[in-house]
Every structure is written in C-alpha cells, then in structure tokens.
C-alpha cells in the first residue's frame, strides 16, 4: 500500500512520536523507500561573513543532530533508509520532497519548533496537509 514513506522530523517531542509510527509503518507495510527529511530555515543575506557560514554550520550541525537521532529511534526496517536536510521553508521542503520522490504517505508530528503555531495543528503541518500529493498520518 504505502510504497515509499516519507518522514519529516524537526527535533521535537511530536517528531520523536511521528518516527516511531513511521518505524511501526514500514515493519508492517515493507516499503521500497523510507525517506527522513530535515529541513532548516534560511540564513539571512544580512549576516555577512563569518556570521553567515557560522549560522549554516551550526543550523547544519543542529539538523544532522536531529536526523541521527531519528534514525537512531527507527531501528531496523525493511528497506535503506535514505536522509535529506534541506535549508528552506520546511512545508515547502517536505511537499517537494513528496513530490520529486513521488512518496506514497507523508508523516510528521502534529506541532513542531516552529514560531508560529496554528490553533489545532502546527503552521508547517496545516501547509503540508493542505497541499501534499499524497496522504499525510499528523502524530501527536
């Protein structure tokens, strides 16, 4: 049923949740593809050098942190798993990723790290919910 999944983490609470039914999800379903994606916020132009390149090591740093750990928490499954960390707008990362990678369900957690939350679900997964090319499981 659900060929390739795609699980977008950010270091949260509802991440770690949403990587462990993914886990649960790909023991049962046996996958093609498990995908985890990372994404990270731009780096303001204004910065300058060597604030700039600062900013992306540790951003870099920080999400390489957070996709260890998910894979980490994913154990074995029956199928490679393939990692992504993109620097963008994360709702618009995850649903290109869908998209190029034409996965067949998206997982993520209900809220994230975001700044701005919505009132039943996080900004990021209300954007991946109204525009994914595919079904997306929200994890609370």
Do not use: W
């Not at 990692?83 to 034409?102: F, L, M, P, Q, R």
Request: negative net charge; glycine residues 8%; charged residues 25%.
């Amino acid at each position: 049923m659900f060929e390739r999944i795609l699980l977008a983490v950010d270091g949260s609470e509802h991440a770690l949740h949403a990587t462990r039914k993914a886990a649960e999800l790909a023991r049962c379903m046996k996958p093609k593809e498990f995908r985890i994606v990372v994404a990270y916020d731009p780096i303001p132009m204004y910065l300058g050098e060597p604030n700039m390149q600062i900013a992306i090591t540790n951003r870099k740093g920080e999400a390489e942190e957070i996709l260890n750990m998910a894979v980490k928490e994913i154990g074995e499954v029956p199928c490679g798993i393939h990692t992504e960390i993109i620097e963008g707008d994360a709702a618009g990362a995850i649903i290109e990723v869908a998209n190029v990678c034409k996965s067949d369900v998206i997982v993520m957690g209900s809220r994230g790290l975001g700044r701005l939350a919505g009132l039943l679900l996080g900004s990021t997964s209300q954007k991946v919910v109204s525009h994914a090319p595919c079904p997306v499981l929200i994890v609370r």
